[in-house]
């Protein structure tokens, strides 16, 4: 595992810790723990610590240095970070001599610097009556406590990371936007690189389809070639073909005319005796046939 780089967060009960490492975490990639919170976490749990935590909250009394170590040490492990905020730790001159010895001197964590909060007691009281988080300690009774505790052993402290030039200091009575823009420009001055916020999740994109070429429409067919016809397959004729029997025979006469030319002895030839009756017959018809004519 990487060495983790620490950032102790300190300041007054009510002067906007937790506010300002929330904004801390989300621009560059801390990881937020708070000391106090692992703390209240542990007794809820029912752990054998549970009611000797519950007791030196209830009295804003410090919690010995092996338990808190102990947690801080655990939720940084078990969140693989390398860039850490600790929120309400080191909170007296034990504190920070356990935490140099079990943390940075094994060489499992380094402290890059202290970021103290600075607010007046009275704007302090206001904000901590006023969130209203259930919290055990949100009394009148509990905050003067810790007011006290933490004059008497937090100030020695930052006096120590002061003197090795690790103190950096936000003035936090103002509104919390500008506190933040306040602390924002102390990490950019430490070369704090600022994380680059998520990409918007897209929904899912359909595959842009090509639209298909148009099939060409199949030629038409050609109209067949009428087949020769056959003699077979002639067809048949409106107007019959004449008979040529009928065209042999003799055409007959245009006119009916009755002979009554007289008849000529010397057109008539007598044929011989001898010869036969039908034959004198047809050349008298024909004779008179072309006399008419």
């Known amino acids: 595992?990487?060495?983790?780089?620490?950032?102790?967060?300190?300041?007054p009960p009510g002067a906007g810790k937790g506010t300002q490492c929330t904004?801390?975490?989300?621009?560059?990639?801390?990881?937020?723990?708070?000391?106090?919170?692992?703390?209240?976490a542990e007794q809820k749990a029912g752990s054998e610590d549970g009611e000797l935590i519950a007791n030196y909250?209830?009295?804003g009394k410090i919690v010995p240095i092996e338990i808190t170590i102990r947690l801080l040490e655990k939720a940084v492990i078990s969140a693989g970070a390398t860039k850490v905020l600790i929120d309400g730790f080191p909170r007296n001159k034990e504190n920070l001599d356990g935490w140099?010895?079990?943390?940075?001197?094994?060489?499992?964590?380094?402290?890059?610097?202290?970021?103290?909060?600075?607010?007046?007691e009275e704007e302090c009281l206001k904000r901590a009556?006023?969130?209203?988080?259930?919290?055990?300690?949100?009394?009148l009774?509990?905050?003067?406590?810790?007011?006290?505790t933490y004059i008497s052993s937090t100030v020695p402290v930052m006096d120590e990371f002061k003197s090795r030039g690790l103190l950096?200091?936000?003035?936090?009575?103002?509104?919390?936007?500008q506190v933040w823009d306040l602390t924002r420009q102390l990490f950019l001055e430490e070369g704090t690189v600022p994380t680059l916020p998520p990409l918007p999740t897209l929904p899912p994109t359909q595959p842009t389809l090509e639209p298909a070429a148009p099939t060409p429409a199949a030629p038409a067919p050609a109209a067949p070639t009428p087949a020769a016809p056959s003699l077979e397959q002639t067809p048949e004729l409106s107007t019959p073909l004449p008979d040529l029997d009928a065209i042999s025979a003799p055409a007959p006469p245009l006119l009916s005319v009755e002979n009554t030319a007289p008849q000529h002895e010397s057109v008539?030839?007598?044929?011989?005796?001898?010869?036969?009756?039908?034959?004198?017959?047809?050349?008298a018809g024909l004779l008179s046939y072309c006399y008419i004519l």
Not at 23 to 40: M, Q, T, V, W
Not at 141 to 148: L, V
């Open 1 to 11: 595992m990487s060495i983790a780089e620490v950032v102790f967060v300190l300041g």
């Open 129 to 139: 009556m006023g969130r209203n988080q259930n919290r055990a300690d949100d009394n």
């Open 141 to 148: 009774e509990s905050f003067k406590k810790r007011i006290t």
């Open 100 to 120: 140099e010895r079990e943390m940075v001197d094994s060489g499992k964590m380094n402290t890059k610097f202290m970021l103290y909060f600075e607010c007046a």
């Open 168 to 177: 950096r200091k936000v003035d936090a009575n103002g509104s919390p936007d």
């Open 23 to 40: 904004r801390i975490k989300e621009n560059f990639g801390y990881i937020h723990l708070s000391a106090g919170d692992l703390l209240r």
């Open 268 to 283: 008539v030839l007598s044929l011989g005796e001898g010869e036969e009756e039908g034959v004198e017959e047809e050349y």
């Open 57 to 59: 909250i209830k009295e």
